[in-house]
């Protein structure tokens, strides 16, 4: 409804569709609407069909799903482009704002579209520079030698998208590799098949929330910077460090980080971040300026949030469970069990322009409870 009302104004700016590249005009040759919006829900009468998908001489937008019909007249299999904003309550995560992406010097540029040919390039090191905000699928495995750093970029104000169902990742001893400004639609599988350290980073990056980032084998640590991520598996030695992001398993009573295996994950350090879901981790670092916001699935049973090894580690001016096994407590919420204080949020939503946005209803304690007397969490 909003779009509809505004569409004059926004659509050529702020959404519009290209054929064969070139624009869909907003209005025909007799000044006839040539853009309409409108539902294209899934048709309860017509199983796969969608609502207003028949055949009409206006192109249809719902920017609620993502999905568009053509007018009739553009024949069989034209090349459809889709350019969009979207808003966001902070800069985290993927997306088209001003960043300074980490490439080092002379990095390749490619387009997002033959991205795909270009990945064995980063097998001994380097810097890959994606130019647009375009889409790649079917990729071939990243695979980086051992001692080797490499980086994988979106450029200044543009985000790529990855759309594989799998994104797959293999690293060996030494490696370093930076994702940096990218939108990963699948699962991601980062498997380190010798000893020794490697270090994944994902700086300004988002694997959508509603998949999965795993990480198998030993000395793995990853990096999370400015950046989104669904829910993660990771082998009992490996090392998670988040700052000013969030890991979100969809739902508070999901897993969003335990073990590959379906025990406890590794060690986990967050500062300035919001996990939404339950968290199993061998031990905690620090976690500082942070939310947990997470339940139980039963009644009496194990707490939503479990640090198996409680003797290291320390939690600061953070939200947790009362009832969570943890670390030291200093300065966190709940203070007590009888403290009923608990993050509100706008949305819970990831796509929403309000996600994770702590709403004005939030207690006190957690709007000012950071060490700097800011809000906790992302």
């Known amino acids: 409804r909003l779009l509809d009302k505004e569409l004059a104004t926004r659509y050529g700016r702020d959404v519009s569709v290209s054929i064969n590249g070139t624009l869909v005009p907003l209005l025909d040759q007799a000044e006839n609407p040539n853009i309409m919006v409108c ?45 969009y904003h979207y808003g966001a309550a902070a800069v985290v995560g993927g997306g088209g704002y001003e960043r300074d992406p980490a490439t080092g010097a002379a990095p390749t540029e490619v387009p997002a579209a033959d991205i795909g040919s270009h990945l064995a390039g980063l097998r001994a090191g380097g810097s890959l520079l994606i130019t647009d905000s375009g889409s790649a699928s079917a990729l071939p495995p990243l695979v980086v030698e051992a001692g080797a750093t490499a980086v994988l970029a979106g450029a200044n104000g543009h985000a790529p998208a990855f759309t594989d169902s799998e994104t797959s990742i293999r690293l060996f001893p030494g490696t370093e590799l930076v994702l940096d400004g990218l939108w990963i639609a699948g699962d991601v599988m980062v498997v380190k098949p010798e000893s020794g350290s490697a270090t994944l980073t994902l700086r300004d990056t988002t694997v959508r929330p509603g998949r999965k980032l795993s990480l198998v084998g030993p000395g793995l640590r990853l990096q999370l910077e400015r950046s989104v991520v669904g829910e993660l598996r990771v082998d009992d030695d490996t090392d998670i460090d988040a700052v000013d992001s969030v890991i979100d398993a969809t739902a508070t009573g999901l897993l969003a980080i335990a073990g590959a295996n379906g025990g406890a994950g590794g060690s986990l350090s967050c500062q300035q971040t919001t996990i939404v879901g339950r968290v199993l981790v061998d031990q905690v670092g620090e976690i500082s300026n942070s939310l947990i916001v997470a339940e139980g699935t ?45 993050p509100v949020f706008t949305s819970l939503r990831h796509g929403d322009a309000a996600y994770l946005q702590l709403d004005g209803r939030t207690p006190a304690s957690i709007r000012t409870g950071s060490n700097e007397e800011s809000e906790m969490g992302v």
């Not at 017509?46 to 568009?68: F, K, M, S, Y």
């Open 39 to 83: 539902t294209l829900a899934d048709n309860p009468a017509q199983p796969g069909g969608w609502l207003n998908a028949g055949n009409l001489p206006v192109t249809r937008i719902d920017p609620e799903l993502g999905r568009i019909v053509l007018a009739t007249g553009f024949g069989n299999n034209p090349a459809v482009t889709v350019a």
């Open 298 to 342: 039963n009644p009496g049973g194990e707490p939503a949030v479990v640090a198996r090894r409680r003797q290291v580690g320390c939690v600061r001016h953070s939200y947790a469970p009362f009832e969570s096994i943890l670390p030291q407590r200093f300065r966190c919420v709940p203070a007590a069990a009888e403290d009923l204080d608990a």
